[in-house]
Protein backbone atom coordinates (compact mmCIF):
# COMPACT_ATOMS: atom_id res chain seq x y z
CA UNK A 1 0.00 0.00 0.00
CA UNK A 2 1.50 3.11 -1.28
CA UNK A 3 1.49 6.30 1.16
CA UNK A 4 2.22 9.73 -0.23
CA UNK A 5 3.03 12.73 1.67
CA UNK A 6 0.83 14.76 2.40
CA UNK A 7 2.83 17.85 1.79
CA UNK A 8 3.69 16.92 -1.86
CA UNK A 9 0.20 17.28 -2.81
CA UNK A 10 -2.14 19.16 -0.66
CA UNK A 11 -0.67 22.41 -1.23
CA UNK A 12 -2.81 25.50 -1.25
CA UNK A 13 -0.91 28.58 0.20
CA UNK A 14 -1.24 31.79 -1.29
CA UNK A 15 -0.02 35.41 -0.60
CA UNK A 16 -2.78 36.46 1.47
CA UNK A 17 -1.54 33.39 3.96
CA UNK A 18 -4.56 31.31 3.51
CA UNK A 19 -2.85 28.56 5.31
CA UNK A 20 0.14 28.02 7.55
CA UNK A 21 3.58 28.46 6.70
CA UNK A 22 5.39 25.40 5.66
CA UNK A 23 7.77 25.35 8.89
CA UNK A 24 4.64 24.48 10.96
CA UNK A 25 2.81 22.28 8.19
CA UNK A 26 6.12 19.87 8.51
CA UNK A 27 6.45 19.30 12.41
CA UNK A 28 3.12 17.98 12.19
CA UNK A 29 1.30 17.13 8.65
CA UNK A 30 -2.09 16.63 9.95
CA UNK A 31 -2.53 20.45 11.13
CA UNK A 32 -4.66 22.74 8.71
CA UNK A 33 -5.02 26.55 9.17
CA UNK A 34 -7.81 25.83 11.33
CA UNK A 35 -5.81 24.04 13.78
CA UNK A 36 -2.91 27.05 14.03
CA UNK A 37 -4.63 30.29 13.79
CA UNK A 38 -5.68 31.90 17.34
CA UNK A 39 -7.63 35.05 17.55
CA UNK A 40 -9.61 36.89 20.42
CA UNK A 41 -12.79 37.21 20.78
CA UNK A 42 -14.83 39.75 19.45
CA UNK A 43 -18.80 40.15 19.28
CA UNK A 44 -20.88 38.27 16.74
CA UNK A 45 -21.42 40.69 13.45
CA UNK A 46 -24.26 40.18 10.73
CA UNK A 47 -24.30 41.73 7.25
CA UNK A 48 -26.92 41.45 4.55
CA UNK A 49 -26.50 41.96 1.29
CA UNK A 50 -28.31 41.17 -2.09
CA UNK A 51 -25.81 40.46 -5.07
CA UNK A 52 -27.29 38.16 -7.61
CA UNK A 53 -25.82 35.93 -10.09
CA UNK A 54 -27.14 33.83 -12.89
CA UNK A 55 -25.25 31.01 -13.76
CA UNK A 56 -25.36 29.18 -17.00
CA UNK A 57 -23.28 25.81 -16.90
CA UNK A 58 -22.04 26.55 -20.78
CA UNK A 59 -19.89 29.11 -19.04
CA UNK A 60 -18.07 27.57 -15.96
CA UNK A 61 -15.26 25.63 -18.12
CA UNK A 62 -12.29 27.90 -17.84
CA UNK A 63 -10.73 25.53 -15.81
CA UNK A 64 -12.00 22.09 -17.40
CA UNK A 65 -8.17 21.97 -19.37
CA UNK A 66 -6.83 21.52 -15.59
CA UNK A 67 -6.40 17.72 -16.03
CA UNK A 68 -5.90 15.91 -13.09
CA UNK A 69 -6.22 12.14 -12.34
CA UNK A 70 -5.72 11.76 -16.50
CA UNK A 71 -6.80 8.48 -16.29
CA UNK A 72 -10.04 8.56 -14.71
CA UNK A 73 -12.57 10.26 -17.76
CA UNK A 74 -14.54 13.47 -17.18
CA UNK A 75 -18.17 13.06 -16.01
CA UNK A 76 -19.14 16.26 -17.14
CA UNK A 77 -21.45 18.08 -19.82
CA UNK A 78 -19.47 20.45 -22.40
CA UNK A 79 -22.61 20.83 -24.94
CA UNK A 80 -24.09 23.97 -24.01
CA UNK A 81 -27.95 23.18 -24.94
CA UNK A 82 -28.08 20.22 -22.46
CA UNK A 83 -26.46 22.42 -19.78
CA UNK A 84 -28.81 24.03 -16.80
CA UNK A 85 -28.76 27.13 -15.02
CA UNK A 86 -29.52 28.74 -11.65
CA UNK A 87 -29.28 31.95 -9.53
CA UNK A 88 -28.14 32.28 -6.62
CA UNK A 89 -27.44 35.51 -3.92
CA UNK A 90 -25.76 36.10 -0.93
CA UNK A 91 -28.33 37.36 1.80
CA UNK A 92 -26.35 37.76 4.35
CA UNK A 93 -22.76 37.02 6.13
CA UNK A 94 -22.29 35.74 9.67
CA UNK A 95 -18.93 36.26 11.92
CA UNK A 96 -18.83 34.44 14.63
CA UNK A 97 -15.40 35.74 15.57
CA UNK A 98 -12.48 36.31 13.72
CA UNK A 99 -11.19 33.04 13.44
CA UNK A 100 -11.53 29.59 11.41
CA UNK A 101 -14.90 28.18 10.90
CA UNK A 102 -14.36 24.85 11.45
CA UNK A 103 -17.04 22.64 10.76
CA UNK A 104 -21.22 23.46 10.18
CA UNK A 105 -24.21 21.82 11.22
CA UNK A 106 -27.77 22.16 11.19
CA UNK A 107 -30.42 20.97 14.26
CA UNK A 108 -34.39 21.38 13.97
CA UNK A 109 -34.26 25.42 13.46
CA UNK A 110 -30.91 26.11 14.82
CA UNK A 111 -27.26 26.64 12.89
CA UNK A 112 -24.29 25.39 14.65
CA UNK A 113 -20.23 26.90 14.03
CA UNK A 114 -17.71 25.69 15.09
CA UNK A 115 -14.91 28.49 15.40
CA UNK A 116 -11.47 27.76 16.90
CA UNK A 117 -12.45 25.95 20.75
CA UNK A 118 -15.96 27.68 20.53
CA UNK A 119 -19.18 26.53 19.06
CA UNK A 120 -21.63 29.52 18.02
CA UNK A 121 -25.93 28.87 17.69
CA UNK A 122 -27.69 30.51 14.95
CA UNK A 123 -31.34 30.72 14.59
CA UNK A 124 -32.08 29.51 11.27
CA UNK A 125 -34.97 32.22 10.63
CA UNK A 126 -33.43 35.61 11.59
CA UNK A 127 -29.61 34.71 11.81
CA UNK A 128 -29.80 36.16 15.58
CA UNK A 129 -27.14 34.70 17.85
CA UNK A 130 -28.81 31.78 20.08
CA UNK A 131 -25.80 30.92 22.31
CA UNK A 132 -22.14 30.46 22.17
CA UNK A 133 -20.85 27.40 24.34
CA UNK A 134 -17.35 24.91 25.10
CA UNK A 135 -15.75 28.51 26.01
CA UNK A 136 -14.26 27.55 28.88
CA UNK A 137 -11.88 24.99 27.91
CA UNK A 138 -9.56 25.90 25.55
CA UNK A 139 -7.26 23.00 26.12
CA UNK A 140 -9.55 21.12 23.90
CA UNK A 141 -7.76 22.54 21.22
CA UNK A 142 -10.52 23.29 18.10
CA UNK A 143 -13.91 21.64 17.69
CA UNK A 144 -13.22 19.21 14.46
CA UNK A 145 -16.90 18.75 14.31
CA UNK A 146 -20.70 18.79 15.31
CA UNK A 147 -23.18 15.79 15.24
CA UNK A 148 -26.63 15.11 16.52
CA UNK A 149 -27.93 12.01 18.38
CA UNK A 150 -31.12 11.66 20.54
CA UNK A 151 -31.82 14.92 20.87
CA UNK A 152 -27.93 15.45 22.62
CA UNK A 153 -25.30 17.67 20.86
CA UNK A 154 -21.80 15.62 20.00
CA UNK A 155 -18.48 17.70 19.41
CA UNK A 156 -15.12 16.61 18.55
CA UNK A 157 -12.31 17.79 19.70
CA UNK A 158 -8.42 18.18 18.84
CA UNK A 159 -7.73 16.21 21.85
CA UNK A 160 -8.94 13.52 21.16
CA UNK A 161 -12.16 13.60 23.02
CA UNK A 162 -15.83 13.93 22.08
CA UNK A 163 -17.79 15.84 24.13
CA UNK A 164 -22.16 15.39 24.95
CA UNK A 165 -24.20 18.47 24.91
CA UNK A 166 -27.77 19.19 26.16
CA UNK A 167 -29.67 22.21 26.02
CA UNK A 168 -31.43 23.69 29.02
CA UNK A 169 -34.53 25.30 29.01
CA UNK A 170 -33.22 28.44 28.82
CA UNK A 171 -31.80 27.37 25.55
CA UNK A 172 -28.20 27.27 26.91
CA UNK A 173 -25.81 23.87 26.25
CA UNK A 174 -24.54 22.78 29.01
CA UNK A 175 -21.77 19.70 29.08
CA UNK A 176 -23.27 16.15 30.56
CA UNK A 177 -20.47 13.48 28.88
CA UNK A 178 -17.14 13.07 27.80
CA UNK A 179 -16.62 10.21 25.64
CA UNK A 180 -14.79 7.99 27.03
CA UNK A 181 -17.19 8.71 29.66
CA UNK A 182 -15.93 7.59 33.28
CA UNK A 183 -17.73 4.26 33.31
CA UNK A 184 -16.31 3.18 30.06
CA UNK A 185 -13.09 3.76 31.60
CA UNK A 186 -13.35 1.82 34.74
CA UNK A 187 -15.07 -1.29 32.84
CA UNK A 188 -11.73 -1.20 30.66
CA UNK A 189 -8.94 -0.03 32.99
CA UNK A 190 -8.21 -2.93 35.14
CA UNK A 191 -7.29 -5.55 32.50
CA UNK A 192 -4.13 -4.77 30.74
CA UNK A 193 -5.08 -6.66 27.30
CA UNK A 194 -7.22 -3.15 27.50
CA UNK A 195 -4.26 -1.26 26.21
CA UNK A 196 -2.70 -0.78 23.09
CA UNK A 197 0.59 0.86 22.08
CA UNK A 198 -0.02 4.26 20.81
CA UNK A 199 3.42 5.32 20.14
CA UNK A 200 6.34 4.20 21.70
CA UNK A 201 7.04 3.50 25.42
CA UNK A 202 3.07 4.73 25.56
CA UNK A 203 -0.12 2.80 25.91
CA UNK A 204 -3.09 3.69 26.40
CA UNK A 205 -6.93 2.20 26.71
CA UNK A 206 -8.47 0.97 23.13
CA UNK A 207 -11.33 3.43 23.65
CA UNK A 208 -9.70 6.61 23.79
CA UNK A 209 -8.59 8.12 20.53
CA UNK A 210 -4.87 9.16 20.07
CA UNK A 211 -4.82 12.19 18.28
CA UNK A 212 -7.93 14.66 17.43
CA UNK A 213 -11.23 13.17 16.48
CA UNK A 214 -11.62 14.75 12.59
CA UNK A 215 -14.93 13.67 12.27
CA UNK A 216 -18.88 12.31 13.78
CA UNK A 217 -21.43 10.25 12.05
CA UNK A 218 -24.58 9.08 13.33
CA UNK A 219 -26.20 6.66 12.18
CA UNK A 220 -28.68 3.05 13.66
CA UNK A 221 -28.36 4.11 17.58
CA UNK A 222 -24.49 4.37 16.75
CA UNK A 223 -21.85 7.09 16.50
CA UNK A 224 -19.12 6.57 14.73
CA UNK A 225 -16.07 8.66 15.39
CA UNK A 226 -12.60 9.14 12.95
CA UNK A 227 -9.45 10.10 13.86
CA UNK A 228 -6.04 11.21 13.05
CA UNK A 229 -4.91 8.29 14.87
CA UNK A 230 -5.98 6.37 11.56
CA UNK A 231 -8.75 4.38 13.93
CA UNK A 232 -12.07 4.79 13.38
CA UNK A 233 -14.72 3.85 16.53
CA UNK A 234 -17.87 3.09 16.92
CA UNK A 235 -20.33 4.19 20.39
CA UNK A 236 -23.48 2.96 21.51
CA UNK A 237 -25.74 6.12 21.39
CA UNK A 238 -28.30 4.30 24.16
CA UNK A 239 -25.14 4.55 27.18
CA UNK A 240 -22.19 6.10 25.36
CA UNK A 241 -20.44 2.89 25.58
CA UNK A 242 -17.38 2.36 23.03
CA UNK A 243 -17.94 -0.80 21.44
CA UNK A 244 -15.29 -1.30 19.03
CA UNK A 245 -11.98 0.23 17.48
CA UNK A 246 -10.95 -0.24 13.70
CA UNK A 247 -7.54 0.85 12.28
CA UNK A 248 -8.59 1.77 9.61
CA UNK A 249 -5.86 3.47 7.64
CA UNK A 250 -2.09 3.91 7.54
CA UNK A 251 -2.31 7.52 8.10
CA UNK A 252 -5.09 9.97 9.50
CA UNK A 253 -8.70 9.38 8.62
CA UNK A 254 -9.85 12.59 7.39
CA UNK A 255 -13.83 11.86 6.14
CA UNK A 256 -16.62 8.96 7.03
CA UNK A 257 -20.01 8.47 5.11
CA UNK A 258 -22.19 5.79 6.25
CA UNK A 259 -25.31 4.17 4.41
CA UNK A 260 -28.48 3.97 4.82
CA UNK A 261 -27.47 -0.08 5.38
CA UNK A 262 -24.21 0.72 7.71
CA UNK A 263 -21.65 0.50 5.11
CA UNK A 264 -18.98 2.83 6.42
CA UNK A 265 -16.93 4.65 4.16
CA UNK A 266 -13.87 6.20 5.47
CA UNK A 267 -11.24 8.63 3.62
CA UNK A 268 -7.72 9.12 4.81
CA UNK A 269 -4.14 10.88 3.93
CA UNK A 270 -2.92 7.41 2.83
CA UNK A 271 -4.95 8.28 -0.77
CA UNK A 272 -7.70 5.53 -0.30
CA UNK A 273 -10.97 5.13 0.49
CA UNK A 274 -12.30 2.02 2.73
CA UNK A 275 -14.87 -0.15 2.78
CA UNK A 276 -16.54 -1.47 6.26
CA UNK A 277 -19.55 -3.17 6.76
CA UNK A 278 -20.43 -5.78 9.73
CA UNK A 279 -21.39 -9.26 8.38
CA UNK A 280 -24.12 -11.12 9.74
CA UNK A 281 -24.12 -12.07 13.44
CA UNK A 282 -20.73 -10.65 13.58
CA UNK A 283 -20.33 -7.90 16.40
CA UNK A 284 -17.09 -6.28 14.73
CA UNK A 285 -17.02 -4.28 11.32
CA UNK A 286 -14.72 -5.66 8.50
CA UNK A 287 -13.07 -4.33 5.63
CA UNK A 288 -14.98 -5.14 2.25
CA UNK A 289 -13.02 -3.20 -0.26
CA UNK A 290 -10.40 -0.19 -0.89
CA UNK A 291 -10.80 1.66 -3.69
CA UNK A 292 -7.75 3.28 -5.45
CA UNK A 293 -7.82 6.12 -7.44
CA UNK A 294 -6.86 9.56 -5.96
CA UNK A 295 -3.13 10.26 -5.74
CA UNK A 296 -3.32 12.76 -2.87
CA UNK A 297 -5.51 12.88 0.88
CA UNK A 298 -8.97 12.33 0.97
CA UNK A 299 -10.44 15.69 2.39
CA UNK A 300 -14.63 14.93 1.44
CA UNK A 301 -16.69 12.24 1.28
CA UNK A 302 -20.73 12.46 0.38
CA UNK A 303 -23.27 9.61 -0.27
CA UNK A 304 -26.57 10.33 -3.04
CA UNK A 305 -29.88 9.94 -0.82
CA UNK A 306 -29.92 6.31 -1.57
CA UNK A 307 -26.26 5.54 -0.85
CA UNK A 308 -25.85 3.96 -4.85
CA UNK A 309 -23.36 7.00 -5.61
CA UNK A 310 -20.01 7.70 -3.51
CA UNK A 311 -18.34 10.89 -3.94
CA UNK A 312 -14.71 11.93 -2.69
CA UNK A 313 -13.00 14.88 -3.00
CA UNK A 314 -9.21 15.33 -2.94
CA UNK A 315 -5.94 17.22 -2.88
CA UNK A 316 -5.56 16.51 -6.39
CA UNK A 317 -8.52 18.94 -6.90
CA UNK A 318 -10.92 16.20 -8.40
CA UNK A 319 -13.98 14.77 -6.93
CA UNK A 320 -14.28 11.02 -8.16
CA UNK A 321 -17.86 9.54 -8.57
CA UNK A 322 -18.20 5.89 -7.46
CA UNK A 323 -20.95 3.82 -8.31
CA UNK A 324 -21.77 0.46 -7.26
CA UNK A 325 -22.23 -2.04 -9.91
CA UNK A 326 -24.30 -5.48 -10.23
CA UNK A 327 -22.29 -7.92 -10.20
CA UNK A 328 -19.85 -5.99 -7.22
CA UNK A 329 -20.24 -5.38 -3.62
CA UNK A 330 -18.69 -2.38 -3.76
CA UNK A 331 -18.08 0.82 -5.66
CA UNK A 332 -16.36 1.19 -8.64
CA UNK A 333 -15.06 5.09 -9.86
CA UNK A 334 -17.06 6.15 -12.72
CA UNK A 335 -15.69 9.44 -13.77
CA UNK A 336 -14.03 12.26 -12.20
CA UNK A 337 -15.59 16.21 -11.42
CA UNK A 338 -12.70 18.61 -12.77
CA UNK A 339 -13.12 22.60 -12.24
CA UNK A 340 -11.68 23.16 -8.70
CA UNK A 341 -8.42 25.06 -8.94
CA UNK A 342 -6.88 23.78 -5.59
CA UNK A 343 -7.73 20.79 -2.62
CA UNK A 344 -11.42 19.91 -2.18
CA UNK A 345 -11.96 20.38 1.64
CA UNK A 346 -16.03 19.85 1.73
CA UNK A 347 -18.62 18.31 -0.29
CA UNK A 348 -22.60 17.70 0.60
CA UNK A 349 -25.01 16.18 -1.30
CA UNK A 350 -28.32 17.46 -1.39
CA UNK A 351 -31.36 15.61 -3.70
CA UNK A 352 -29.58 15.72 -7.22
CA UNK A 353 -27.10 18.52 -6.18
CA UNK A 354 -23.87 17.65 -5.03
CA UNK A 355 -21.87 21.04 -3.31
CA UNK A 356 -18.02 21.27 -3.13
CA UNK A 357 -16.11 23.45 -0.93
CA UNK A 358 -12.56 24.12 -2.41
CA UNK A 359 -9.36 25.90 -0.94
CA UNK A 360 -9.67 27.65 -3.92
CA UNK A 361 -12.36 30.11 -2.30
CA UNK A 362 -15.05 29.05 -3.84
CA UNK A 363 -18.09 26.63 -3.66
CA UNK A 364 -19.52 24.46 -6.82
CA UNK A 365 -22.77 23.42 -7.33
CA UNK A 366 -22.91 20.18 -9.50
CA UNK A 367 -26.47 18.14 -11.09
CA UNK A 368 -26.52 14.61 -11.78
CA UNK A 369 -28.41 14.19 -15.14
CA UNK A 370 -30.36 11.64 -16.35
CA UNK A 371 -27.94 10.52 -18.39
CA UNK A 372 -25.02 10.08 -15.34
CA UNK A 373 -23.48 12.68 -16.74
CA UNK A 374 -22.98 16.03 -14.68
CA UNK A 375 -22.95 20.06 -15.43
CA UNK A 376 -21.45 22.96 -12.82
CA UNK A 377 -24.67 24.81 -12.71
CA UNK A 378 -22.96 27.49 -10.57
CA UNK A 379 -20.14 28.84 -8.80
CA UNK A 380 -19.85 30.75 -5.52
CA UNK A 381 -17.97 32.96 -5.02
CA UNK A 382 -16.96 35.61 -2.62
CA UNK A 383 -14.81 33.92 0.94
CA UNK A 384 -11.49 35.02 1.38
CA UNK A 385 -9.92 32.01 2.11
CA UNK A 386 -10.36 28.65 1.33
CA UNK A 387 -13.81 26.74 2.02
CA UNK A 388 -14.21 24.33 4.89
CA UNK A 389 -17.72 23.78 5.67
CA UNK A 390 -20.92 23.16 3.66
CA UNK A 391 -24.29 22.71 4.97
CA UNK A 392 -27.87 23.16 3.42
CA UNK A 393 -31.34 23.58 4.32
CA UNK A 394 -34.55 23.41 2.04
CA UNK A 395 -35.88 27.09 1.62
CA UNK A 396 -39.62 27.50 2.35
CA UNK A 397 -38.99 31.28 1.61
CA UNK A 398 -38.95 30.89 -1.69
CA UNK A 399 -41.72 29.96 -3.82
CA UNK A 400 -39.72 27.90 -6.43
CA UNK A 401 -39.59 24.39 -6.35
CA UNK A 402 -35.84 22.90 -5.25
CA UNK A 403 -34.67 26.50 -3.59
CA UNK A 404 -32.44 25.39 -1.23
CA UNK A 405 -30.33 27.87 1.58
CA UNK A 406 -26.59 27.30 1.54
CA UNK A 407 -24.21 27.76 4.26
CA UNK A 408 -20.58 27.91 3.82
CA UNK A 409 -17.73 28.24 5.90
CA UNK A 410 -14.18 29.46 5.87
CA UNK A 411 -11.06 29.59 7.26
CA UNK A 412 -11.22 33.60 7.16
CA UNK A 413 -13.92 33.59 9.68
CA UNK A 414 -17.57 33.98 7.95
CA UNK A 415 -20.13 32.17 7.08
CA UNK A 416 -21.88 33.19 4.23
CA UNK A 417 -25.56 32.62 3.15
CA UNK A 418 -26.50 31.73 -0.11
CA UNK A 419 -30.11 31.52 -1.86
CA UNK A 420 -29.81 28.91 -4.53
CA UNK A 421 -32.94 28.38 -6.84
CA UNK A 422 -33.15 26.24 -10.26
CA UNK A 423 -34.99 29.05 -11.70
CA UNK A 424 -33.30 31.73 -13.82
CA UNK A 425 -34.91 34.30 -12.50
CA UNK A 426 -35.26 35.69 -8.56
CA UNK A 427 -39.19 35.83 -7.62
CA UNK A 428 -39.41 38.78 -5.74
CA UNK A 429 -37.46 41.11 -4.28
CA UNK A 430 -35.32 39.76 -0.86
CA UNK A 431 -36.37 41.31 2.64
CA UNK A 432 -34.92 42.04 5.57
CA UNK A 433 -36.21 39.88 8.27
CA UNK A 434 -34.76 41.03 12.16
Not at 328 to 334: C, D, G
Not at 336 to 364: E, N
Request: aromatic share 6%; glycine share 6%; charged share 20%.
Amino acid sequence: MRVRSFLTVCTFTTHDSMIASTEVRQSHPKFLASDICSYPEMPVSLSISGETSYGIGSSLHSNLSLQTLPSVPSLQKLSPETLLSVSHVCVATLKPRPVHISCLAVAADSLYAASGNQIHVFDLKNYAHLDTFNTDDSSSGSVKSVAFCNGKILSSHQNGKIRVWQMTISKRHQLVATLPTVNDRLRHFMLPKNYVSVRRHKKQLWIDHADAVSGLSVSDGCICSISWDKCFKIWRSSDLRCLESVKAHQDAVNAVAISGTGTIYTGSADCLIKVWAKPSGEKRHSLVATLEKHKSAVNALALNDDGSILFSGACDRSILVWEREDSANHMVVTGALRGHSKAILCMISVSDLLLSGSADRTVRIWQRGSDGRYCCLSILKGHKKPVKALVAVPDGEWKTAGAIRVFSGSLDGEIKVWQVSPSSHINGPLTQIF
